[in-house]
Each structure stands twice: as C-alpha cells, then as structure tokens.
C-alpha cells in the first residue's frame, strides 16, 4: 500500500510560481514511477509529468520548460515546480504512484488546487 498527500497549491498571479509537494509513505520501494496530473473543469484528466524510480522525468508539452519535476531519493517527496503559470494552468493537481511488475496498481492522493488569475 501506498499513501500519497499533496500540498503547496493556492492562487497565483498569471507568470507566478508554485511548487507543489507529494509526500509519499508505506511502500515507497514498490513505486515504479510517480506521476502528477491535472484535473480541470471541463477537461479531460492530464498527465503533467513523471519521475520514474530512475529518475528519468517526462512533460506534457504544454508545460514543458516551466514545470520540473523532482526528488531528493525514493523516501523524499516528489516536488513539482512550476514557473511562468497561466491561467490554463488552473486545475486540480493530483499524485499518482504507479506499482506491480505485471499488473500495475494506481494510488491517488486527494490532490491540492491550483488557481491562477489575476
């Protein structure tokens, strides 16, 4: 099992930053890859970005070069910082850890809001 809480959303100014946090506890060594996703009225659910357990990373193109994705180790949270938001941004962010060799299991956080306007 695999336990994911988010944090570090609010409301920003268009071309301001955020750095949201996913901290990850119970199997940790299991995670194959961690995902962020975004949620918005409207929409369809979007993948943002992955880290997977090799560190090897993944972007949207909609937020490449303004979005990064990172970690310490496989026992710190998995950070995502944003840069130059707009407001197309807006959204629901959620943690996603992804485990099984065969089979994959997917365990959710209950994600943090982002709001970006002015």
């Known amino acids: 099992q695999v336990h994911l809480v988010e944090s570090g959303g609010g409301l920003v100014q268009p071309g301001g930053s955020l750095r949201l946090s996913c901290v990850i506890s119970?199997?940790?060594?299991?995670?194959?890859?961690v995902n962020w996703y975004r949620r918005a009225p409207g929409k369809q659910r979007e993948l943002v970005a992955s880290?997977?357990?090799?560190?090897?990373?993944n972007y949207a193109d909609s937020v490449l070069g303004r979005f990064t994705i990172s970690r310490d180790n496989a026992a710190d949270p998995v950070y995502l910082r944003m840069n130059n938001l707009k407001s197309e941004d807006t959204g629901l962010y959620l943690c996603?850890?992804?485990?099984?060799?065969?089979?994959?299991?997917?365990?959710w956080g209950q994600g943090t809001q982002v709001t970006v306007s002015s």
């Open positions: 119970g199997s940790i060594f299991s995670i194959n890859v």
């Open positions: 996603n850890a992804q485990t099984g060799d065969y089979i994959t299991y997917n365990y």
């Open positions: 880290i997977t357990k090799s560190d090897s990373t």
